[in-house]
């Protein structure tokens, strides 16, 4: 029931942050956005025809019911339909974001979880070669940009250079062996790189936490290893941790998913707003960026109750 | 104190130990020996970082490594030596026959967790409670060291607490497996003036109703006159002076033990006089002088202090040891 109360009054909270993001992008990509008087409108128009598209398309009304009109747009979730394909935001939508998360979910999951264990393992042997041998590897993942990561693994996987096992480009989730097929070197490329920041983060948190007074005295009282890793330096390594991740969620689905879907050729939501912003389609923007804002509110309020669950002094009040 | 004595619970001889800093090798106990009898209290005395918790931590294999280790020595512990033993053996010793309590009472539990959980845990693992009987115990040791409302508290998180109160929450998990020495590392430092005192009494109490010796480590030689048998003072890593309390207090032999001694504001002076200090300031443990370390402040130093640093000798007919070459009458 707290917990309840607590994410309803949360997401009030976030009321204010979305309507903040649309009026921003309102201004930038409607009201000061591109105007289609002159693409709809023949040779030589007369000022009659151009006031009455400019009245069709809203145009000639004030700010304020203009942007009264987006917000219902927002709320009805009811976007238009592409002016490039003429295909509804929402089935568009309902099409692509599947795609993302699915794409974007394993890379993710495996570039937190062997994190924290690459990292636990070097800051257990810190100062010995496995730690120097890990914290060297994440060197390099942190080095190398993102789209070397992304061709590299290619030309492994899927050219007649490398092993030439798995297809370039493109996506299928038909079948889990298919989806297998598709969505691995995108996740190794992500993993590769997400490593190199994860482990050195997370290394660095863990250390700290061993040197905790908490810790000496567990040692005191005749804790053994294994439980002091869990108890003590883990669960309370968790805070940083869980915040860590909490903030790459918009960063990953933005820009890893706008990277990814671009250089695999994968039709996602990535893939879409990278077109969408080529061609200049509106409807599809206003869609993605009062989406994100959404996402932000969601991340941030699971963040808070994954504080509550790992730390006994935040209270959801 | 004679060294050749065997009926002692704890027999700490020569012990050494060092760190490894960038600049160099920092000895931060050299040679310290004493002797813990049962049920007996030792006052450890000395300004701050002149390796008073290092001692303590060493007596139960804890000195933080790496970056320090014991280098020499041995802490002979109930017939073993606690240097050469292995993890396995101190975890055993660890909580049940020496007990240790810090002097940071608001970082030293895990917040994470309540505090029955973590009293809970030390219990079923060195006396093999079951959960249900060592909460029981846990809610009795609570009780005893005067926490109000055990059986509500244990459910608390340490957060929950005041620092008066999770001192005490050590204090009972540190007895409550009827340890035979307890270390406690300045437990009322971090405390406000009046809590210190209760918290005080109340471990010297609970060490006579338990019959466990002491190590009471501290800056105050006030605390130490009120409570231990014996005190021992030490200066950058080294013991100074080594006496019973009745003769530290009633003739320091060591000049740093007398400026110590003077500093102590005594309730039963007439009027507040203003305190002597010490002149001067400890020296840096890695640019130790030749000779006596404490030279430099010292108001009897002669040239040989700067030659050769003394040795602790017993003092005739006394049962004090000092290492001074000009030690007070
Ligand atoms: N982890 C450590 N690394 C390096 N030096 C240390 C460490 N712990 C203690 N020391 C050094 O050992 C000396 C004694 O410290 P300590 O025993 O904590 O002093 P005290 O408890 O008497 O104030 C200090 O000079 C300190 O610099
Ligand atoms: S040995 Fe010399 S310098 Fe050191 S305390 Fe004694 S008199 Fe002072
Ligand atoms: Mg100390």
């Known amino acids: ?317 | 104190m004679a060294s050749t004595e065997n009926n002692a619970l704890l027999s700490v001889r020569d012990l050494v130990v060092e760190f490894e800093t960038d600049q160099g090798v920092l000895r931060a106990v050299d040679g310290v020996s004493f002797d813990i009898h049962p049920g007996e209290t030792l006052g450890l005395v000395g300004e701050s970082g002149c390796g008073k918790t290092v001692t303590g931590l060493s007596m139960l294999g804890l000195v933080p490594s790496p970056p320090g280790r014991i280098a020499s020595g041995s802490i002979m512990f109930d017939g073993s030596d606690l240097v050469s033993m292995d993890e396995t053996g101190l975890r055993e010793i660890r909580g049940s026959q020496i007990s240790m309590i810090f002097q940071e009472p608001m970082t030293a539990l895990n917040p994470v967790f309540r505090i029955g959980s973590q009293m809970r845990d030390v219990l079923q693992r060195h006396q093999k409670l079951t959960r249900r009987q060592a909460h029981s115990t846990a809610i009795e040791m609570l009780a005893k060291v005067g926490i109000p409302e055990p059986a509500g508290r244990v459910d608390d998180y340490p957060h929950q607490l005041s620092g008066g109160m999770r001192q005490r929450v050590m204090i009972a998990m540190a007895l409550s497996c009827g340890p035979k020495l307890l270390v406690a590392d300045e437990p009322t430092t971090a405390l406000d003036v009046t809590t210190q005192a209760q918290v005080l009494e109340q471990v010297v109490r609970l060490q006579k109703e338990f019959g466990m010796a002491m190590i009471l480590i501290t800056h105050d030689l006030g605390v130490v006159a009120e409570t231990c048998q014996q005190a021992v003072v030490m200066y950058c890593g080294r013991i100074v002076e080594r006496s019973s309390i009745e003769a530290l207090f009633a003739s320091p032999r060591h000049p740093y033990t007398a400026g110590l001694l003077a500093s102590i504001p005594r309730v039963t002076d007439e009027r507040q006089e203003v305190l002597p200090v010490i002149p001067g300031m400890v020296p840096d443990l890695l640019h130790l002088p030749q000779g006596c370390a404490f030279a430099e402040r010292c108001s009897r130093v002669r040239d040989r202090c700067r030659q050769k640093s003394p040795r602790l000798e017993l003092l005739q007919s006394t049962q004090t040891s000092v290492a001074c070459y000009e030690p007070n009458a």
Request: charged letters at 15%; glycine letters at 6%.
């Open chain 1, 1 to 317: 029931m707290e917990v309840f109360q607590y994410v309803l009054r949360k997401l009030l909270a976030g009321i204010p942050l979305v309507l903040g993001v649309t009026l921003i992008s309102f201004v930038l990509i409607v009201y000061f956005g591109p105007d289609k008087t002159y693409e709809l409108l023949g040779k030589n128009p007369t000022a009659d025809e151009i006031a009455e598209i400019r009245s069709q398309l809203g145009y000639d009304q004030p700010f304020v019911t203009r942007y009264m009109d987006y917000l219902r747009e927002i709320v009805t979730l009811d976007f238009g339909s592409s002016e490039s394909t003429d295909e509804k935001v929402s089935s568009i939508l309902a099409r692509t974001v599947p795609t993302s998360i699915a794409l974007a979910i394993p890379g993710f999951v495996l570039g937190n979880l062997l994190g924290v264990v690459l990292a636990l393992v070097a800051a257990y042997y810190r100062g010995f070669w496995v730690d120097k041998f890990i914290m060297g590897f994440a060197a390099v993942g942190m080095s190398i940009s993102f789209l070397i990561a992304i061709i590299g693994f290619q030309i492994l996987f899927s050219s007649s250079d490398g092993l030439d096992l798995l297809p370039v480009r493109g996506w299928d989730m038909s079948t889990p062996l298919q989806y297998i097929r598709y969505v691995t070197v995108p996740t190794l490329a992500t993993v590769f790189v997400a490593l190199g920041y994860n482990t050195r983060f997370y290394r660095a948190v863990i250390v700290e936490e061993m040197t905790r007074d908490h810790v000496r005295t567990a040692r005191a009282f005749g804790v053994p290893p294994v439980q002091l890793f869990y108890r003590n330096i883990l669960k309370n390594s968790m805070i940083p941790i869980v915040t860590r991740i909490m903030f790459s969620i918009p960063v990953i689905v933005i820009s890893g998913s706008l990277l990814l879907e671009s250089y695999f050729g994968i039709p996602g939501v990535g893939k879409v707003t990278y077109d969408a912003i080529v061609t200049g389609d509106q409807p599809i923007l206003k869609a993605v960026v009062v989406l994100t804002a959404v996402l932000f509110v969601i991340a941030q309020l699971l963040a808070d109750i994954c504080y509550r669950v790992v730390d006994p002094r935040v209270s959801l009040k």
